[in-house]
């Protein structure tokens, strides 16, 4: 299974050749794919009610105890079905909305990749490949976004989206690596198990919070929401499956998976509950607003996505059912008006629904498929978004916390998406008939298979609601409630408060709807205070990240090789020694013998690495340098390694030479830095000396293994068949380490003699050669 969803990566990639084979019929091709996939999926159905939970296993990395684990239950296995049915539908519809569009293949790689992203997440058992996937559906998703990449509100969007997803991905890194500590595992199946341990356990509040800022971001919750509507400056197509059933509801999934496990606190009901319903009501409420009919279903969607946080917040078994019904439910019917809007887009040349009217007898298929969705986006009987809708008001009615707040959002939010619902299935079909840019037909199969279908399942299953809710849905709902749960849906429950709920809001929504344009006016009023939303100070972050890399840049990336050297040597001193005195706080143990000739060799050494540093003649400064190490060479051979010495000896003298020879090209000495600063650098290099010295002393203090050089001495005669222990480490066992370094030598020989042989040419190099420099300066 794992190398059947995987090989999808693999049909992306080989995507390109399949457009020169079979050209304009690519996208149904390649939709085979998605639908081999569904048809297995379905396949275990029947296994996963019989609530059997398959886990396929495929090593991944087993030296780290890491496994390409697939998890299969009712969860998943809705998620599957959605990623892999609509996908179908999406790739069809692509090869109609794109036909003839030059970056095309493009699309097939990147859509096909995306696909397989959230497959795997989806399925994955583990922490880590959760994670992986995760970060997969982010950047796939930033291309697709971005697609129409000439266009500067594209690029402005995909990186948008990119920033806040990335940047809860990284709190999300962070959580799950906590969950794993707490719960002694990276499985999710094992965690699951552990509940209890985890709710009881210290880390559960931050690996909560880090968490949530993950889904949050990712499920565009409130005040992330901004990112998703200005997503859709993607194609509709990407629109279509990005907000039905794939990158968007990847937090929903995680939360909805994570509920046996850390729901049930107050913690966890407070903030979904409260996040969620205020998440509900800030996208209905923007939703209004707008004439972009993109715009109108993507803050629909926010407001969708807010209804399912709030929910799973909820937790009662009610409020899951509620869950996975609505999941089923928004899936449909937003699937197939996405596609509707790319329809209206594609053939009249606008999106905006205040410049049509009257397409019905123009476009009668279109029309009938966007009522149908949009009926059950209201919550209009028999559609199976009535059913949804009157478990989410029974759902609430049930809360434990914040029960009146939470129903006033949701009743608000109900009636003002109903008028969103109206003005998407009414304006572009009734009316006066208006003049678009184009001339409006009805689209190609292709375009139309998708919708109607998906809204032909919405009908269908409003009809006969125990088709979902008998199989598939029990599934799922029990594996969010990590216990059998019976689901049982029925259109009809008699008079109750749900239902007066629903026509109050029926009605409110269809007057609001009539006096739409008047409202819309009104609201105008709010622009300047809804322009400082979060929106706002995201843009205002950015600004900052701006101001701040271009004050760093200018500080810290200035050209300047000693600021560069500087810059490091500080860091290495902060981090070794913080981990070095702080962290370890070593205990020195050393005997000072120290004999007269060698305190001498030592001072020599000393007074020559100080002369270096204070003299003002670059050769002082280089002869002065030849002394210090000339020293350490006579050091080696003071404690028996000449051949140490004689190496030394050899690099001293090379680079001696070379610095001769390259000092006389070079300028006269100038002082390009201030007395403070010359200060500065003197404690900066004092103090690492001093770290390199604790360092040293600190590896001569601790023994953590055997030394090796008891092996070197018993087996140098035995095995190498010398009795110089030194020139057999150098000539036997560390060959090729004794190879680089004559290399070394060598090349700085050859080096040498290329200087040495350098010579003016004549009297033209002379005297072009200061203009040459000039020039190059």
């Known amino acids: 299974m794992q190398l059947a969803v995987l090989s999808g990566f693999v049909l992306a990639a080989f995507a390109p050749l399949l457009h020169r084979w079979f050209g304009a019929r690519t996208s149904f091709v390649l939709a085979a794919f998605p639908a081999a996939l569904a048809l297995w999926f379905l396949g275990r159905v029947p296994q996963v009610m019989q609530g059997e939970v398959l886990l396929l296993v495929l090593e991944w ?15 998943s296995l809705l998620f599957a079905l959605l990623i892999t049915v609509i996908g179908t539908f999406v790739l069809i519809y692509a090869g109609g909305y794109l036909k003839g569009h030059p970056d095309l293949v493009r699309f097939h790689v990147v859509i096909l990749a995306f696909m397989v992203s959230m497959l795997g997440l989806v399925l994955a058992d583990g922490l880590i490949t959760l994670f992986v996937f995760w970060e997969l559906t982010s950047i796939t998703s930033y291309l697709l976004i971005g697609f129409n990449h000439a266009d500067l509100e594209a690029r402005k969007s995909a990186r948008q989206g990119l920033f806040v997803t990335v940047a809860g991905g990284l709190a999300l890194m962070a959580g799950l690596v906590m969950l794993g500590i707490a719960g002694e595992s990276w499985s999710l199946t094992e965690l699951n198990a552990v509940g209890d341990v985890l709710r009881e356990h210290d880390l559960y509040m931050p690996l909560l919070i880090c968490l949530l800022l993950g889904a949050f971001t990712k499920s565009a919750q409130f005040p992330f929401h901004f990112w998703l509507p200005n997503a859709m400056a993607a194609p509709t197509p990407v629109s279509a499956y990005l907000h039905s059933a794939t990158m968007v509801k990847a937090g929903i999934y995680l939360l909805a998976r994570l509920q046996p496990s850390l729901g049930g606190t107050e913690a966890w009901v407070g903030i979904l509950s409260v996040v969620g319903a205020f998440t509900m009501f800030t996208g209905a409420f923007l939703a209004i607003r707008h004439t972009n009919i993109k715009k109108l279903l993507a803050y629909s969607t926010v407001m969708a996505l807010g209804t399912l946080t709030m929910l799973l917040g909820i937790g009662t078994e009610g409020a899951l059912i509620a869950f996975v019904t609505f999941l089923l439910a928004h899936s449909l019917y937003k699937g197939a008006l996405f596609m509707v809007a790319g329809i209206l887009d594609h053939e009249t040349g606008t999106k905006d629904v205040t410049a049509m009217g009257g397409l019905r007898p123009l476009m009668p298929v279109t029309a009938v498929v966007a009522m149908i969705a949009a009926l059950s986006l209201a919550g209009v009987p028999p559609l199976f978004g009535f059913i949804a809708k009157e478990l989410m008001f029974e759902s609430v009615l049930e809360a434990s916390a914040f029960r009146w707040l939470i129903l006033l959002l949701a009743f608000s939010a109900a009636f003002l998406t109903i008028a969103v619902a109206a003005v998407v299935a009414l304006r572009p079909f009734f009316g006066q008939r208006r003049q678009t840019p184009r001339v409006a037909h009805e689209a190609p199969v292709s375009m139309l298979l998708g919708p109607a279908v998906l809204a032909v399942l919405s009908l269908l299953l409003g009809l006969v609601p125990v088709l979902a809710g008998a ?32 026509l109050v809001s029926l009605a409110l929504g269809y007057l609001l709807f009539r006096r739409w344009d008047r409202v819309r006016a009104s609201l105008a009023r709010l622009d300047p205070l809804l322009s400082r939303g979060p929106e706002a100070g995201y843009d205002a972050l950015m600004d900052k990240v701006v101001v701040v890399s271009e004050w760093q840049t200018r500080v810290l990336q200035n050209g300047y090789m000693r600021n560069y050297i500087l810059v490091m040597i500080l860091t290495l001193i902060a981090l070794v020694g913080n981990s070095l005195l702080l962290r370890h706080a070593p205990e020195f143990a050393f005997d000072l013998d120290v004999r007269f000739h060698e305190a001498i060799v030592t001072g020599t050494m000393v007074m020559g690495a100080l002369f270096a ?27 028996s390694a000449p051949d140490l010495g004689i190496t030394q000896l050899l690099v001293e003298t090379l680079t001696v030479i070379l610095l001769v020879l390259v000092l006389f090209r070079l300028p006269r000495f100038s002082r390009l830095s201030t007395p403070l600063e010359r200060v500065r650098d003197v404690a900066v290099a004092g103090s690492m000396g001093v770290l390199i010295t604790l360092l040293i002393l600190t590896s001569w203090s601790i023994d953590q293994f055997v030394p090796i050089s008891g092996y070197m001495i018993e087996n140098s005669a035995p095995l190498a068949y010398g009795r110089n222990i030194v020139n057999v480490i150098l000539v036997d066992y560390r060959a090729l380490d004794t190879l680089g370094e004559i290399f070394v030598l060598a090349l700085a020989a050859i080096g040498v003699f290329a200087m040495l ?15 040459k420099e000039a020039a190059d300066g």
């Open 61 to 75: 990395v087993p030296a780290l105890g890491m496994s390409l684990t697939f998890l299969i239950d009712g969860l």
């Open 613 to 639: 540093t204070i003299s003002r003649s670059r050769l002082g400064a280089v002869v002065s340098v030849g002394i210090m190490g000339f020293s350490i060479a006579l050091t080696f051979i003071l404690f």
């Open 471 to 502: 199989h598939l849905l029990t599934a799922a709902a029990s594996a969010v409630m990590g216990g059998p749960v019976s689901v049982s849906l029925s259109l009809w429950h008699g008079i109750n408060l749900p239902l007066l709920m629903s």
């Open 757 to 771: 042989k350098l010579r003016a040419t004549g009297k033209a190099s002379r005297k072009t050669a200061p203009a």
